[in-house]
T-cell receptor, first 115, second 114 residues
């Protein structure tokens, strides 16, 4: 079982719809949760970064973390064709040796917004 | 400010060969991390270099190695290539140590092993 599970999709929704993207994780020690967006033939870029349980909003994007359920979500409101990309969740794996933490990624969800 | 650049963008090699990939970080960034991205496994951390020293390493065999130069540019080497090494190799730079400092990714090098 992977430490971070993410539905690969693909997910297609009409323009203007609300999109919900989700990841689950198995290690309760994970902290610092991130969402990256990756356009075709590009590297990932950081969208959202959060630490605690709860919601964090940035424009049309809302990141939600539920540590008790080991579940994180990214919501996109008023989706646009330019939001079509692969979305990857990521979280920092703790380490007993400080400095050995690393990012663990989900496999990504491919999203297409249909005009 | 120029972003992270990677060369070459595409590579085709045969099994048993070796390959060297190059990464130029954002000016002023001292950390360079390397990742392997495949459809089945997603993005997996290879290693991080900071101030010319490998500071962190993922679970990859010793065939994968790297180095960092005094100007923070980094190279990654894969020896004795296997079919399963076909992947997109991404490097990411950050001002301070990853992963707590924001990492900026390059466009990647697409390696195909035949």
């Amino acid at each position: 079982q992977k430490e971070v599970e993410q539905d690969p999709g693909p997910l297609s929704v009409p323009e203007g719809a609300i999109v919900s993207l989700n990841c689950t994780y198995s290690n309760s020690a994970f902290q610092y949760f991130m969402w990256y967006r990756q356009y075709s033939r590009k590297g990932p870029e950081l969208l959202m970064y959060t630490y605690s349980s709860g919601n964090k909003e940035d424009g049309r994007f809302t990141a939600q973390v539920d540590k008790s359920s080991k579940y994180i979500s990214l919501f996109i409101r008023d989706s646009q064709p330019s939001d079509s990309a692969t979305y990857l969740c990521a979280m920092i794996s703790p380490s007993i040796n400080f400095g050995n933490e690393k990012l663990t990624f989900g496999t990504g969800t491919r999203l297409t917004i249909i005009p | 400010k120029a972003g992270v650049t990677q060369t070459p963008r595409y590579l085709i090699k045969t099994r048993g060969q070796q390959v060297t990939l190059s990464c130029s970080p954002i000016s002023g960034h001292r950390s360079v991390s390397w990742y392997q991205q495949t459809p089945g496994q997603g993005l997996q951390f290879l290693f991080e270099y900071f101030s010319e020293t490998q500071r962190n390493k993922g679970n990859f065999p010793g065939r994968f190695s790297g180095r960092q130069f005094s100007n923070s540019r980094s190279e990654m080497n894969v020896s004795t290539l296997e079919l399963g090494d076909s992947a997109l190799y991404l490097c990411a730079s950050s001002f301070g140590r990853a992963p707590y400092n924001e990492q900026f990714f390059g466009p990647g090098t697409r390696l195909t092993v035949l």
